[in-house]
């Protein structure tokens, strides 16, 4: 049972340059988030998917496509990146739409963008 | 949306003393608080979580006391060890139209020293 796995771990990108970010989890849950992870911003929601087909605009989802491939897989994609988007993405799931369950993350995935 | 504030930002005590960290919430109608710590470089990690049923949790040293009426909530850490030296994060979850939603304050980095 390996939770939340995210992929790579580090990437370094050229502005203008394309990536997606990939994330996948095993414990069945059905809502997964996206976060970015700012010196002194704390986390920022960028997009999430309360369900398998559905995907919502977080706080911050300008320059970002998510897809949710299926139950297990929510990939986030940059599709021309900015020096503003160096980050440190989270990726997360939780059990229910409804239910108060605990958001559990992945590693994390730090980018940076020259 | 739900909007969470989180003080001190940063907060520096001596090997065994109290921590206090303190949240308020704006939406009346959030019924999950859960608290993350975030070591340097890892991901956040549930450490204690409480719904609205209840005003007070325990486990071990760490405590999180919540006051639905005033709209706030706080972590509680006795007799601090150096290990507990961290950011942590509280959020919330707001009413059922955005219940899919946690919502981060913005950390504070808690230090721990001899």
């Known amino acids: 049972n390996a939770g939340v796995t995210q992929t790579p771990k580090f990437q370094v990108l050229k502005t203008g340059q394309s990536m997606t970010l990939q994330c996948a989890q095993d414990m069945n849950h059905n809502s997964m988030y996206w976060y970015r992870q700012d010196p002194g911003m704390g986390l920022r929601l960028i997009y999430y998917?309360?369900?398998?087909?559905?995907?919502d605009k977080g706080e911050v989802p300008n320059g970002y496509n998510v897809s949710r491939l299926n139950k297990r897989e929510f990939s986030l994609r940059l599709e021309s990146a900015a020096p503003s988007q160096t980050s440190v993405y989270f990726c997360?799931?939780?059990?229910?739409?409804?239910?108060?369950?605990?958001?559990?993350f992945g590693n994390g995935t730090r980018l940076t963008v020259t | 949306g739900e909007n969470v504030e989180q003080h001190p930002s940063t907060l520096s005590v001596q090997e065994g003393d109290s921590a206090v960290i303190k949240c308020t919430y704006s939406d009346s109608a959030s019924n999950y608080f859960p608290w993350y710590k975030q070591e340097l470089g890892k991901r956040p990690q549930l450490i204690i979580d409480?719904?609205?049923?209840?005003g007070e949790k325990k486990d071990q040293r760490i405590a999180v006391t919540l006051n639905k009426t005033a709209k706030h909530f706080s972590l509680h850490i006795t007799e601090t060890q150096p290990e507990d030296s961290a950011v942590y994060f509280c959020?919330?979850?707001?009413?059922?139209?955005?219940?899919?939603?946690?919502?981060f304050g913005t950390g504070t980095r808690l230090q721990v020293t001899l």
């Open positions: 409480i719904r609205s049923n209840v």
């Open positions: 959020a919330a979850i707001g009413r059922a139209g955005t219940a899919s939603k946690l919502t």
């Open positions: 997360a799931s939780r059990a229910g739409t409804g239910s108060n369950s605990p958001l559990h």
């Open positions: 998917s309360a369900s398998e087909g559905t995907t």
